[in-house]
């Protein structure tokens, strides 16, 4: 990008929000299943494919079992998961940065599985501001890691670089880094 080239930002939607945690329900599903009939049907009666990226719409529709190196990437985008559905208050308190969140405990979860089209009509995003703060703060934790990692300095307990990053990712996309889900920039 030139000098002279103004980035501009796009905060997205609630609706947008919502699509998007229902691709991530799909792909990460996908990821954890052996034999993934169930999420296959799902998202095809719903037409959840219509919300994926092309990375995503390419690791869903793969005819045989993924390679573990795309297993692991497409079942850690849970975490991403995670800021989202705290931005559509799904999750009142945002989980600490070094726990795995378990989200069969998240109550909108059972909407977005019986009736997406619901979920995503009834949509509704904390404040802007709100969003922003924490957006910011999951980047400067994000520096955190990469300073430990860079330096190679004890990671900070309270960090796990995975989930900080995809937490990251998730948020960054949302208040409107990057075109597309598959290219939200992360620097640090």
Sequence with gaps: MSDDMEYCIRPRTAQEVAERSLALLAV???????????????????????????????????????????????????EALVSLLWALRAIEQFPPLNVQVDLNSVGALVLAYEAPSKFVNEAKLRPMPELE????????????????????????????????????????????????????????
């Design 133 to 188: 703060e924490l957006e910011n703060a999951l980047y400067n934790q994000h520096w955190r890691v990469r300073d430990a990692q860079l330096f190679g300095r004890p990671m900070p307990v309270e960090l796990n670089p995975i989930v900080v990053y995809e937490r990251r990712y998730g948020m960054s996309w949302l208040v409107g880094w990057g075109e597309d889900w598959d290219d939200v920039p992360t620097d640090t």
């Design 28 to 78: 990460t599903s996908r990821a954890f299943e052996d034999v993934p009939t169930r999420t296959l049907n799902w998202a095809k009666v719903n037409e959840i494919d219509k919300f994926f990226s092309d990375k995503e719409r390419e690791f869903f529709f793969l005819p045989n079992r993924p390679d573990q190196r795309d297993i692991n990437t497409f079942s850690w985008k849970i």
